[in-house]
């Protein structure tokens, strides 16, 4: 939750509440990463720096949040993180991930660079803390 806080811009109100995380946990078909700042796993008392948190759908798995600690990033943890996210969801039988973020998010180079592609536009979907209403934009790749 802490790396949450830290991840998300308050204007946009992208970050879950705990009990958002918890609800998506217990319905089953969700799972999550984490990943430490050194790009292993965090071990014991090792405070993670970044983790992911996902839903196998049929044949696809969706990236619902994907977070790294401003103090960590440009360390290639992003990357590590979908590389997780990917491993696991081929062996939930996924073929296809899907994504969907707010224009304007810094993470669209990330997410593109590993292969995603713009599938569609949700447009107005989101709106800011000073309700701006800014457009979801949907991306997928293939299940590499």
């Not at 619902?64 to 081929?90: T, Y």
Request: charged fraction near 25%; charge should be neutral.
């Amino acid at each position: 939750m802490a790396v949450m806080q830290a991840a998300f811009p308050p204007e946009y109100g992208e970050a879950w509440t705990r009990r958002q995380v918890e609800d998506a946990m217990l319905l089953g078909g969700c799972h999550y990463g984490l990943v430490a700042a050194h790009g292993g796993a965090p071990g014991t008392n090792e405070a993670a720096a970044g983790f992911f948190l996902s839903r196998t759908g049929y044949d696809e798995e969706e990236l619902l949040l994907l977070a790294v600690d401003p103090a960590c990033r440009r360390l290639g943890l992003g990357r590590r993180l979908l590389e997780q996210f990917a491993e696991g969801a081929r062996t939930h039988g996924a073929k296809r991930l899907l994504l969907e973020m707010r224009r304007g998010n810094p993470a669209e180079s990330l997410y593109r660079n590993f292969g995603f592609n713009q599938i569609g536009v949700r447009p107005n979907y989101y709106r800011s803390a000073t309700a701006e209403r800014i457009d979801a934009i949907t991306f997928a790749c293939d299940c590499h």
